[in-house]
């Protein structure tokens, strides 16, 4: 569907380097990355709204890399929706259909046919200062969607909104790409996000790529520091690898992988069990301090000074079963194939 290669796009002070992609038709890719690692620039230039220094963009097995962006029959929704605020939703809707001198009858067909799949029939009336963040970014999804897209780009759709409206717009989402089966490219700073929607998703950083796979080989299998870091691995051990024993200072973590050349172990601190007696059937188990602990709401981290400290995240019934304070002393247990080396 759409493969980007080599692409290379130069700014005053920020640059592209290197972009090379490959997008499945019907797939929803997750582009994940810090702010200001390029993730919109690429949107854009995808969209044909950059200029291209070096590098080409395929669609559809054709060359588009100097097609100008209306013939490209790509869709693209920013985060802010950058809705008309003088015209109703019904207006906002069909202003691309009406731009492109379509019949009547084929505009009302596709408004009555695209706010039914959005439920937001009952907002055609309304001008965007009557309406919340979610039912904005509903209609500005809308106004997309009625030109049919082949591909659909959404920049941080999401990041706005209120927890609620989050969730059941990434349920829209879903539906969207199920249903129609349309191939979506999502740009976003949370990795929920991509555990949540994506089918592949790539890490973004200073202006290139550093990882593409499928949202358990980003978020469990990093293959750089850098991907570790964003992606809220916590636990991240310089040291050294060793057949499959990982010694990271005096302490020997037992993985599953041989990996030549590893420096950095880690693992998720979901994946860390704390105990107040040792469990004797754990490849791993350590004793250690409790030297730290954030409270989180639902679940809370648990530092532990092994040495190293290791992080666990912890339900918040146990924490409190368990009675765990600073100073306290516990044992961490993880299983071998719980550990990743890079």
Known sequence: MLSVEGLCVDFKHFSLRDISLNVGTGEYFVLVGPTGSGKTVLLETVAGLNTIKK???????????SLEPEKRHISMVYQDSALFPHLSVAENITFGLRIKREKNIRINDRLAAVASMLKVKHLLSRRPAKLSGGEKQKVALARSLILDPELLLLDEPLSALDPESRENLQRELRRINQELGVTIIHVTHDCDEVQSLANRAGVMGEGRIHQIGTP????????????????????????????????????????????EGAEHACIRPEDVMISSEPVLSATNSFAGLIT???????????????PPVICCQVPRHNYYQMRLCKGKNVYVSFRPDEVHVF
């Open 216 to 259: 358990e080989q980003i978020l469990r299998k990093p293959i750089s520091e850098f991907v570790a870091k964003f992606t809220m691995m916590r636990n991240i051990f310089p040291g050294t690898l060793k057949g499959n024993i990982f010694y990271s200072g005096t302490t020997a973590i037992i993985g599953a992988e041989n990996k």
């Open 55 to 65: 590098g080409k963009i395929y669609f559809s097995g054709k060359d588009i890399t």
């Open 292 to 306: 730290d602990i954030e409270n989180k709401g639902t679940f809370v981290y648990i530092f532990v000074d092994i």
